[in-house]
């Protein structure tokens, strides 16, 4: 196994290579972008200014249109290696189709080996897209990878895996965390769908391991990490390394809009005192039994 220097940087898919031929992909990818938007210069120079630059008018008009231009190009790098890279990706996914399951970490396995070239694939547009100055690129990226995530889902501050993932909406992941449907034990590879259901948060730092659920409205702790296959129940929020049980998530229940707002007009009133509200659950749930 080999880890190329060229797959040492970008906030997605593995370093390990099984095969240093699948390079040829990577540097594919990086020269069909930069070819492009070199295309793009050669155009915007030529067209709108040839011979004509060195003259005081035209040179202004060079030099202020120039970092919009810069923007453009960025932004064609992004897409363009994202589409090539969608269209490698379908043709490698017909040779041998993604599936979950436990395999051998090495070459010889048909499954290792057609992940690695998938994720080598999708190293240089990930990358690209991780540095644009607004996350929702990181979205769009997912989305044409296989990922089913929505734009309400804020994504940019973690580290995602890019297939066998589904995210519901109002997803929050924290800065550093990891989410994964990959992970190489020993010499084992396990590839296990991972679902993250609505209005779920994951700590910074964080790594929720392949095959975990995530119920709705629950919440991951920081520095947390749950097991391979854990299912995080609804409305709870889990702490620890492995993840367990912590308290209920008391800021997804019925009524709380209503309790915030007499806690704040009885602040205004009378220097009201806030009262912790998971306690205030508890005694409820007390009540109620």
Known sequence: MSVPSSLKVGPNTTLILAKKRYL???IFLIWISLFTIQFEFWIYW???YGNNLMEPKAFIHFLLLLPILVFIMYLTAILVSLIFAKILLVIVNLIHKPREGVFLRHPSDKDYRYWSLRSTIKKWPLWLSHKFPFPFMDNICSRMFGIKTNYSNSLFEGWVDTEFIEFGKNIVVGQGAVVQSTVIVGNLFI???TIIEDNAVIGSQSVVMPGTC????S???GHSMTTVGQ???ENW?????PAKKFK???FFEDGLEEIIERQLEGKLESDFQYEDLYTMRKDKDNKNE
């Open 248 to 250: 209920r998530n008391v």
């Open 214 to 217: 995530m119920k709705k409205n």
């Open 191 to 193: 590839i296990r769908k």
């Open 231 to 233: 299912e995080i129940e």
């Open 219 to 221: 919440i991951l702790g």
């Open 237 to 241: 929020i889990y702490l620890g390394a």
């Open 24 to 26: 040829i992909f990577y």
């Open 46 to 48: 030529n067209w709108l």
